[in-house]
């Protein structure tokens, strides 16, 4: 079973920050936290990935909590191309990634 | 940017039939994945595949399913007589390392009739 936790759907206005977080309180010191979406039945798309340093990317920005039992993606400027599945998975250095139900973005204009 | 492909983006088959999905993971990967997901559920882990041999399988992955790599770029699932239930998208990825990220194709519909 996923070991994260994240809201089943969300909505953001066209242009404006979406926030989506995610729960993971079980999570161990070596795992690390990974975010994907999936594009309407597409493969799902690598965004980016952490263990307990905020980062950043060209595509979002990932926010871990001190205590590392929830983070937030950050995408800064949404558009409706950005509505889709994201997943938030917990992962040790290696293996296979155990999607979960995700969150719903709706991109609105 | 170098991607992960897959042939055929779509297979119909009848129940009882042999298909072939296949996966050109990206050129300098050495760690392949399948996963496969059902039409309105989860993205669900099938089978790892490293240094010519299966690393992991998960419960769903029985004898009906194997995987090739039968040479230097191609990565196969067989799925030996396909049930209705196989029916789904399936997804191969691949990573360089095992500790990187994945990197996903963009899968392949296959419908059991």
């Known amino acids: 079973d996923a070991k994260t936790t994240q809201p089943p759907s969300m909505d953001c206005a066209e242009g404006r920050a979406a926030n989506l977080p995610c729960n993971h309180s079980?999570?161990?010191?070596?795992?690390?936290v990974y975010w994907y979406r999936q594009i309407h039945s597409q493969g799902p798309q690598y965004i980016i990935h952490?263990?307990?340093n905020n980062e950043t990317n060209e595509m979002a920005s990932l926010i871990i909590t001190e205590d590392r039992k929830s983070s937030t993606l950050i995408l800064p400027h949404a558009t409706l191309r950005d509505t889709a599945v994201y997943y938030c998975?917990?992962?040790?250095?290696?293996?296979?990634?155990?999607f979960g139900q995700g969150t719903e973005l709706s991109v609105k204009p | 940017e170098p991607e992960v492909t897959q042939t055929p983006s779509h297979q119909v088959t009848q129940m009882g039939q042999e298909v072939i999905l296949r996966c050109v993971p990206i050129?300098?990967?050495?760690?392949f994945y399948w996963y496969r997901q059902i039409l309105g559920q989860k993205v669900e882990f099938l089978v790892s595949?490293?240094?010519?041999?299966?690393?992991?399988k998960s419960e769903i992955f029985d004898d009906q399913f194997s995987v090739e790599r039968p040479d230097g770029s191609n990565f196969t699932l067989k799925i030996r007589s396909t049930k209705l239930e196989d029916s789904a998208m399936y997804f191969c990825?691949?990573?360089?390392?095992?500790?990187?990220?994945?990197?996903f194709g963009p899968g392949t519909r296959l419908l059991v009739l």
């Open positions: 990825a691949s990573t360089g390392g095992g500790w990187e990220t994945q990197y």
């Open positions: 079980t999570i161990s010191g070596n795992e690390y």
């Open positions: 952490g263990l307990k």
């Open positions: 998975i917990v992962r040790p250095g290696g293996g296979k990634l155990i």
């Open positions: 050129s300098n990967h050495l760690y």
């Open positions: 595949f490293y240094n010519n041999e299966i690393s992991e």
